[in-house]
């Protein structure tokens, strides 16, 4: 039954059980008496565990390069590889929001959770062809129409934007109100911001991928100290630069909050003073995300023609991030589970991905059709590019 493969959107049969032969038989004795709907709940519980259960791991699909597209196959396997967006896929729990929301604009959602599907449900270890998902990927963003090279984190970003805006759980967004909201501890404010984004952003990738920034700005002539929250769905970290080969990732947060001076042409104005002043400003994490991805800037911005190699030295287990809150957070210490590398040039460069599987712990190479095993001491390299990061406290493994 191929739609099984590919899907868990099942029509129920006038005899249900002969729809299902791959049953054991004394399964299909104690279902023959259940109603259509029940054994449906049923054999979609037996293929999710099959999932989870699988001696066999599952997901272990690679994905055809359509030309030049390992950029895009490298950021779906570490999609792929988070399990609660692949369980949202599975449990096909993003029809639920699709169908609440009545949207006319539900084709991305649909292509990437079957995508998901074929992925962790198909009994063929062939790679799949991501074609009808490179469509609708697309048409919601033109960009990626043809089949030049990429930037796999300009990729994830427009991705995970268009999955949330079809599965937000916003269907009218309320108008934009002022509100006077400086008078409030710090904390406090944070979280008026923060509920003020969930009334018009709200969905399940809001849920996993977004955390909340503060941004505070000190005038150096009256100490004023104004704050401000925003929304990040990735952090984008420098690299240090120092005079041997390696650095830390912890140097890069560093960096990426240190302290700025504010002067001369870039001087705001003042708050208190109402007049232009010297100010710091300084970066803290006000909320933490479930999934934190973390994007290392190896290329210039400018014109992106050159690149940095610098081996960067992240930790694979208890990335504890906690001296970067804004207030004391006793959720900051992370998991890793999946990398996106990029290797060669500007000029001529190719995407890799690294996963954990998450229902065995073991990690693999995904390189577009082939996946292979690979020991966790490889995982660290000089072309890790995007890493995700799962909060410890909601990691299964």
């Known amino acids: 039954m191929p739609g099984i493969h590919c899907s868990y959107a099942v029509t129920v049969p006038e005899a249900p059980v002969a729809a299902f032969p791959f049953l054991k038989q004394e399964v299909r004795k104690r279902c023959s008496s259940m109603s259509g ?49 692949r369980d949202y896929c599975l449990h096909s729990s993003h029809r639920r929001d699709l169908n609440n929301n009545s949207r006319t604009n539900t084709a991305l959602m649909e292509e990437f959770a079957k995508l998901i599907q074929t992925m962790w449900t198909s009994s063929s270890s062939e790679a799949v062809s991501p074609s009808e998902f490179k469509t609708q990927i697309q048409r919601y ?36 109100t002022i509100e006077d909201i400086d008078h409030l501890p710090d904390e406090e404010k944070g979280k008026k911001m923060w509920s003020k984004y969930l009334e018009r952003e709200d ?47 912890m140097d890069c947060m560093r960096l990426f909050t240190k302290e ?4 001369g042409d870039e001087k705001p104005t003042c708050y208190r003073c109402k007049s232009r002043r010297r100010c710091t400003k300084k970066f803290t994490i006000q909320k933490f995300p479930k999934i934190l991805v973390l994007h290392l800037k190896r290329f ?8 940095l190699s ?4 992240f930790p694979m287990k208890d990335l504890d991030l906690r001296e970067f809150a804004s207030e004391n957070s006793i959720n900051a210490v992370y998991n890793l589970y999946a990398v996106s590398n990029h290797s060669g040039t500007t000029m001529g460069g190719h995407y890799t991905a690294y996963c954990r599987n998450p229902s065995s712990g073991e990690w693999y190479t995904f390189n577009d059709s082939r996946v292979t095993t690979m020991s966790s001491s490889q995982v660290r390299s000089s072309d890790a590019y995007v890493l995700f990061y799962e909060l410890a406290s909601s990691s299964q493994m």
């Open 37 to 85: 709907s029940v054994l449906v709940s049923a054999v979609v519980g037996l293929l999710i565990n099959q999932v989870k259960n699988s001696k066999t791991a599952q997901g272990l699909v690679g994905l055809k390069n359509l030309g030049n597209t390992c950029f895009m196959n490298s950021i779906l396997q570490c999609l792929s590889n988070t399990h609660n967006l």
């Open 141 to 176: 963003a033109p960009r990626f129409m043809g089949y030049n090279q990429q930037d796999a984190q300009e990729f994830l970003r427009f991705l995970l934007d268009g999955l949330h805006n079809e599965v937000n759980r916003v269907t009218v967004k309320p108008r934009g």
């Open 203 to 249: 969905s399940k990738v809001v849920d996993l991928f977004v955390g909340q920034l503060k941004s505070s700005l000190t005038c150096s002539h009256c100490g004023f100290c104004s704050t401000v929250f925003d929304p990040f769905w990735d952090l984008s970290l420098p690299i240090a630069k120092k005079g041997y080969g390696e650095i830390s990732l």
């Open 260 to 263: 700025d001076v504010l002067d």
């Open 300 to 307: 210039s911005e400018a014109r992106r023609t050159s690149k």
């Open 310 to 313: 610098t081996f960067v030295n």
